[in-house]
Structures are given as structure tokens and as C-alpha cells.
């Protein structure tokens, strides 16, 4: 990548950084919405890196959110993050030519997707196991709680995707205008 597109993406993760930062101080608990996604995403579709150095982003951002959470297993984000920088690049690359006009909203939307169903996946494989014993041992049933653990994810996945989407899309651009005029 050429410098002035790391810088892109620098400021971008820092944006989103304190964004998330500021909606999880205000909107506190075990479950918490991801817009840090929202501006990688488009930092990916500004900047067309290689799979690499998508991959690389998807480690910063996920070393970031791990920092700036209380999830129910920051280390989620870890494998999360990397897994929507690549499917944002993958799915922009391959429906940037067809729907040019969408394909930032489309390509956030199913990326933060991705990266949030994977964290459900990974946290109900790792951070349950604690939750789901003492469930058992008082007596109850842990099935109940993983599930209404995994609903309650889901809509706020659903409706980070939303919100991430349109935030890209109205942001894109803008965004695409400045950096055309940089390179003039």
C-alpha cells in the first residue's frame, strides 16, 4: 500500500475507534455494537489493498476492539475482525463492476455480518463454557441461556450491519471526491 492509503486507514481505525470507544461507555453491557467494522470496511474499499494487508487491518481492528470492549470475550475479536477485513475485500472486489453505486453498503453490510457472526460463534465455543457450568450446577438448564445469549447477538449483529452500511455508504463518496482531489 502506498503511504498516503495507510494513512487512510489509520485515520479511519482511530475514527472508529473513538466511535466505539464513546457508544460503549454510553451503551454499557455484555453486548456491544461494532462500528470500528463501518470504518475498516470503507478504509478497505478507499484503499484496495492485497488479501494480506487486508488481513493485516483485520488484526489491528480486532487487537483495537479487544482493547475497547466489555463483550463477553474481548479475545473474540481477535479471529472476528480478520475474518469481515477479508470478506470486505473479497465481496468489494468481486461487486465493485456490477452495482457501483451500492457496493460499499453491500460489501459493509455483509461483512460486518460476518464478523459478527463469527464472534457469536466464537464466544458461545469459549466464553459460555464458564456460564453454561455454573447454570448447571445450580440446577438449570443451559441451553436457555446460550440461546437467548445467541438471539440477543444476533439482533444487535443485524442491526450493527444496518448501521454500518448506511454510515459507508453515505461516507463513501465524499470520501472517494477527497482522495481524487489528492491525486490531481
Known amino acids: 500500500m502506498k503511504s498516503q492509503d495507510i494513512a487512510i486507514v489509520g485515520i479511519l481505525l482511530a475514527v472508529g475507534a473513538i466511535v466505539r470507544y464513546v457508544a460503549t461507555t454510553m451503551v454499557p453491557g455484555p453486548i456491544t455494537s461494532n462500528l470500528v467494522i463501518g470504518f475498516y470496511c470503507l478504509a478497505i474499499i478507499l484503499a484496495l489493498p492485497k488479501y ?22 474481548p479475545p473474540g475479536n481477535l479471529i472476528s475482525e480478520p475474518v469481515g477485513a477479508l470478506v470486505c475485500l473479497g465481496l468489494y472486489m468481486l461487486i465493485k463492476d456490477r452495482v457501483k453505486l ?44 446460550v440461546n437467548a445469549f445467541v438471539i440477543a447477538s444476533m ?30
Open 155 to 184: 439482533v444487535i449483529v443485524i442491526t450493527c450491519a444496518i448501521v454500518n452500511a448506511i454510515i459507508v455508504q453515505i461516507l463513501y463518496i465524499p470520501a472517494s471526491r477527497a482522495l481524487m482531489r489528492g491525486k490531481a
Open 52 to 73: 494480506p494487508e487486508a488481513l493485516g487491518i483485520g488484526i489491528v481492528s480486532g487487537i483495537i476492539c479487544s482493547l475497547i470492549t466489555h463483550s463477553v470475550f
Open 102 to 145: 451500492v457496493a460499499p453498503g453491500i460489501t459493509t453490510f455483509v461483512a460486518t455480518l460476518a464478523s459478527g457472526f463469527t464472534f457469536i460463534a466464537v464466544a458461545v465455543l469459549f466464553a459460555t463454557k464458564g456460564i453454561t457450568d455454573k447454570i448447571v450446577a445450580s440446577g438449570g438448564d443451559p441451553t436457555n441461556a
